[in-house]
Nanobody, 123 residues
Framework: VQLQASGGGLVQAGGSLRLSCAASGRTFSSYSMGWFRQAPGKERESVAGINWRGSSTYYADSVKGRFTISRDNTKNTAYLQMNSLKPEDTAVYYC?????????????????WGQGTQVTVSS
């Protein structure tokens, strides 16, 4: 599976962005998907996860109520809708695919990673 993240950009605090993660291959629907982010000088952290059917979603406390993860298996694409953005959301955002149904927030359980897309939130 190859993943291509897109949709990042520069936005003012309080604004919104939608990230997309397009996957190649016919097995996209068998993978759980996750979004992670990494700010300069910080470790990569989990943001959100979704199971293969899209019936279960998971969020880091820092983004609950503001971000929404979703997927469209007919389009081989996962999404991260980000609302009420804050300057502390500034980071490179990565999507990833996992064959596991547990451990959505554990980077070592993901098999494939996208290249990352920059999100910058100005105050």
């Amino acid at each position: 599976v190859q993943l291509q993240a897109s949709g990042g950009g520069l936005v003012q605090a309080g604004g919104s962005l939608r990230l997309s993660c397009a996957a190649s291959g016919r097995t996209f629907s068998s993978y759980s998907m996750g979004w992670f982010r990494q700010a300069p000088g910080k470790e990569r952290e989990s943001v959100a996860g979704i199971n293969w059917r899209g019936s279960s979603t998971y969020y880091a406390d820092s983004v609950k109520g503001r971000f929404t993860i979703s997927r469209d298996n007919t389009k081989n694409t996962a999404y991260l809708q980000m609302n009420s953005l804050k300057p502390e959301d500034t980071a490179v955002y990565y999507c990833a695919a996992s064959r596991y149904a547990i451990g959505w927030d554990r980077t070592n359980l993901y098999d494939y990673w996208g290249q990352g897309t920059q999100v910058t939130v100005s105050s």
